[in-house]
């Protein structure tokens, strides 16, 4: 492993020990420290992600887009499984999707399949091969392959352009 992914990977769990704690004292640093050093050294294995691509100020953009993206979809969402759940005829019609996914990398496939079943009326229920099944509360089409490019298209390209 390179040692700027150790170095990188090191600075990220500090910064989060950081973040998380908001406490700057020298016991708090040297704990933070401690932590994110032995956790760098038992975890750094387990990712094979390029820690340098986070580096890429295009990265960055795409994350804060990517983010933005998100919370809107979470919050159309929202109001979309409220109104059906408060409907007096509770209008669903659900049905598990088969989603041709894009994406090889398995960090950019688990984000998408998390991001999914964060958002309200989706659950991601596996990943086999390169089919992503998705259960949704209200299919609305009986196109499914222009209903799962809705429910994870936009997320797909978006991840792709950040972690691959």
Known sequence: ????????????????????TTNF???NLAAGAAVSLLTTIIFSGFF????????????????????LYFVWECVKANFDVAYRVLHPAMPVKPGILRVRLKAKGALTRT???????MTPGTI?????????????IYISTTD????????SGKFERILTKIFE
């Open 124 to 136: 991601s229920v596996d990943i086999i091969d390169d089919i992503l099944y998705v259960h949704c």
């Open 111 to 117: 984000i998408l399949a998390n991001s999914i079943t």
């Open 48 to 67: 094979n992600f390029d820690a340098a691509k986070l580096l890429s100020p295009v990265r960055w953009f795409w994350l804060i887009i990517y983010i």
């Open 1 to 20: 492993m390179k040692t700027i992914n150790i170095l990188l990977y090191f600075l990220i769990c500090f910064g989060t020990w950081l973040l998380l």
């Open 144 to 151: 499914h392959d222009r209903y799962a490019h809705r429910v």
């Open 25 to 27: 004292g020298w016991q």
